[in-house]
């Protein structure tokens, strides 16, 4: 039972242009979300996140989208540069200051992965 | 600069052998999990520990054991290891289970 789905295994995008990465999920007890980048060969490292009392937030070239009512969030990625190929990994979570271990959605869920590939 | 070590980037293993994956933090986190990634199916918790001595199963923890003796310490162990365990494996840390974790480099284990 996939928790939190990307079903896009694979997204090409022209440097320059807007990478557009998606994300769905089923459990409506999840509260925040969180997107991560990992390159071969390497951890993957946290890129942002969004809580469920928010609609979008920022963080430079990259912001996230939620849409509670569709359980769905989004990675938008503008300009995009050769540079952020990697493999981007949604996740969610019942909140990030949680303690009541044992729980559903105590812990991150993670999503199987989109890879990006940025042609210069 | 925050750090997660992993003992290992590559290993070979036979089937059958006992393998150890050390993973140690510098940032004083309480909670350290282990993950294995495959191609299609993503990050999968294998186990988690939130104090030391303390441990809980992720959603694939048949084959495979964890030791927390120290809080900077999680061990994953393959008590028998098989083919199907054949992985990227990685060590994570946090200061709460449900936020943005710090990853290791990750350990690719084959299993001959």
């Known amino acids: 039972d996939q928790q939190v789905k990307q079903n896009s295994p694979s997204l090409s995008v022209q440097e320059g242009r807007i990478s557009i990465l998606n994300c769905d999920y089923t459990n409506s007890m999840f509260d925040y979300f969180l997107w991560y980048k990992k390159y071969p060969a390497e951890g993957p490292t946290f890129l942002i996140s969004?809580?469920?009392?928010?609609d979008k937030n920022e963080d430079g070239r990259f912001t996230v989208f939620l849409n509670k009512s569709a359980k769905h969030l989004s990675l938008h990625i503008v300009p995009s540069q050769p540079g952020d190929s990697a493999v981007y990994f949604c996740a969610a979570s019942g909140g990030p200051f949680l303690k009541n271990y044992g729980g559903a959605t105590n812990k991150l869920i993670f999503g199987t992965g989109t890879l990006l590939a940025v042609q210069p | 600069d925050v750090k997660v070590t992993q003992s290992s980037r590559y290993l070979v293993k036979r089937t059958g052998e006992k393998v150890f994956l050390e993973c140690v933090q510098d940032m004083d986190h309480e909670n350290m999990f282990w993950y294995r990634q495959d191609p299609g199916l993503g990050l999968r918790l294998i186990y988690f520990?939130?104090?030391?001595?303390?441990?809980e199963k992720g959603d694939i923890p048949e084959g495979y054991s964890v030791s927390r003796e120290k809080k900077e310490r999680f061990s994953l162990i393959l008590e028998s290891a098989s083919t199907n365990q054949t992985s990227m494996y990685l060590c994570?840390?946090?200061?709460?289970?449900?936020?943005?974790?710090?990853f290791g480099p990750g350990t690719r284990l084959t299993v001959l």
């Open positions: 969004i809580s469920s009392i928010k």
């Open positions: 994570a840390s946090s200061i709460s289970p449900g936020t943005s974790s710090y």
């Open positions: 520990s939130y104090d030391v001595k303390m441990k």
